[in-house]
């Protein structure tokens, strides 16, 4: 394939078998996660109220390739293998001679990554006779996957989103009903945990922590029913490499090799899914890219938090994870990356983190959107919130490039399209748009709420 | 290629080269274009205060095949060529023999098919030292595709949006803005056409016609600024048929044959994309597929409007095109799918239409929403209000197949995503959509003041 085209695209005989587990080629294992009664690894028995053995065992294991099921790949295939673009018109326009591939997952049915896990989590717990599927959701992106992702195979799919998203966003709800799916305003009246915030506070513009509680005790009050988590956890890195495993078949068809390798990070499964089989490359000496995330500056994990056991939620009810961790009750700032605002790092990208194997930036929300929008009007593609960090980073190094004059091969994932965030670009475009700075002392007062764990 | 693949991609090596012209392959030519002062046809200096002159000379055109410019080559690559699609999980849900493909445009910088006559129009025009270009909107697809058309070329794009639209579709117009186009409501107090308006009615929700208006006047008055239109006319007929020649060749790569096209017309420029290159093969006798265009009950020009010398704007300041027409003043009822809310039909469309080589139907709203909701559950794609039609006349044709146990091929264009327009499948989905009855008193009287044109 000439190596002056725009979309380097596989057919679909071309697009990955297996799934990527990068723990056994690691130095060293993960730390264990923790029960936070006995302060043991948890088991299978104890997370089996709420997920179906196979994904259970894919959290677990130490196999480095997992087989993809057929029925996967069948609706996979209808948005993959995505396409690798070569951002000729943003390299133009930044006069760098640095060359800029982005692979892009808008192209899915919720127009963002979430559905590589949430159609093989839909197809587990269907397998296992399960009958319905809740969540919680933020912004809207992974309700919307998974209420796609339960209509493949005849699942109903019941969806608690934060009630201040659910009344500023009512196109995401209107997407995931569309699909199929239930979606109500958490807190509601549905659940115990629900009607305790109620009580307390009619008003209630809930938050991720709650819609958890509400999903999770409706899950575990149902025989038939089963949760679903969409970022953080080892199976969901482990369904995300696709992307990494086909933009290396994509790069080599053009004989790229990648020098730097950026990705956005919220719970981390976009940047892992991309990084991980790279990762794996650069540990056997196959190549040697820097590997770097980036994270909201108003809510920076990896370069301003702590490595240390924490809850996955704010209010404290999952096992305990070694994590980089803002603390589990840190709120951040509303900026308009929903994707990125959680206090933790996905456990397996901490461990990697802490192993030196991959860096870390932060970048302000002002700086994002310009690269968003120099990028729609080069590229054609209006990026969600989220990726357009990576794309700051992306272009920062690009004009670092054009200093030294290196023609750096730079690889990043624009992980989503902006459509439903359209209003976000109207703020920036009418200077409405703030930087939040971040609150030394929240993070500092979030910490000393740590739970206390043995060494 | 497997005859069982997903998508059928085309490298970009495939793309063609040329758009195609059917005029000369046609059994007559088409009526000309008259001055409705002269009653005279319009030749190019009538135009040229409007457009360049390779636009003027592209809508005469007697030339089979126009060479596409590497300029928009370029361009086209960021998305083009675009998947055809095979309808496995649609044609499994309606348990049809027969084999549905689907040709998507909602992968384009607009998310329609809109940027393939937007960027050739704004490339001619700044090869003309053109600085700056209007337009209208309604809906605002369009608008859209010219703001980014614009910007790939270094110019400015203005655009007046019905302000009915302009109010009602907040994401549209940011979608404009962030691609760097300058939009205002019509009428406006920047025209005389608007201030007349306003002067009349200060409320006054505007029109696709006053808009018109005051596109036209300001390209008028200004030598650096020219006008560009979206559909109706043959040049942006012409530039639409990448997406037929595109189909042609993907579907010969899985050794299919159509029997069946069925495309949505509004103005007609999609649907004359898709169809005109079969329509070649058709008449050259090397396929014989029926040609269908689906048009909304509430605006049928070809099934319920007369073939007549009409204007092409409500106000009737255009030259006469000879088309279907339901009436230049007739006003159709506000339909979710308003690129289909068009009074007349572009001449060429309904000039093959009057030869026989092409049939028509037509679809109400909730039909069309029917469809597009088992499309986006089957398919993982939510489809705007327009195509819906087009899947409706699918499905039907597909269950009629059910019926006969004919496997037949039927091809159809899926124009665009409907990411901007979900504010109508809630509608649809809690009951409160409406379907329209025509009437025909309104068309009747419309059709009473169609403009005099000497035999």
Known sequence: MSDDVTKILLS????????????????????????????????????????PM???????????HVTIPPEVLEVYRLWRPSPLYRAHRLEKALGTPAKIYYKYEGVSPAGSHKPNTAVPQAYYNASAGIRRLTTETGAGQWGTALSFAAAQFGLECEIWQVRASYDQKPYRKLMIETFGGTIHP?????????????????????????????AVEVAAQHPDTN??????????LLHQTVIGEEALLQLAKVGAVPDVIVGCTGGGSNFAGLAFPFLRE?????????????????????????????????AGMTPLMKMHTLG???????????GLRYHGMAPLISHVYELGLIEAVAKSQRECFEAGVTFARTEGIIPAPEPTHALAACVEEALRCKETGEPKVILTALCGHGHLDLPAYGK?????????ALSGEAVEAALTRLPAVPA
């Open 282 to 314: 650069k540990l056997a000496g196959r190549m040697a890219p820097v590997i770097r995330a980036v994270e909201p500056a108003s809510c920076p994990s990896l370069t301003k938090g702590v490595y240390a056991y924490d809850f996955g939620d704010t």
């Open 227 to 236: 949760y679903a988590l969409g970022s953080v956890l080892n199976h969901v």
């Open 328 to 338: 589990h009750d840190f709120i951040p700032d509303p900026i308009h990356a929903g």
């Open 428 to 436: 920036f475009l009418s200077g409405e748009m703030t930087d939040h």
């Open 54 to 64: 196979a994904i259970i065992e894919q959290e677990v294991t130490t196999e480095r």
């Open 12 to 51: 679909e005989s071309e697009m990955p078998t297996s799934w990527y587990n990068i723990v056994p080629d690691l130095p060293s294992p993960p730390p264990p996660v923790l029960h936070p009664g006995t302060m043991q690894p948890v088991g299978p028995d104890d997370l089996a109220p709420l997920f």
């Open 186 to 214: 958490s807190p509601s009246e549905l659940t115990a945990a629900g009607r305790a915030v109620l009580a307390a506070d009619p008003d209630s513009p809930g938050s991720l922590g709650i819609a958890i509680s509400e």
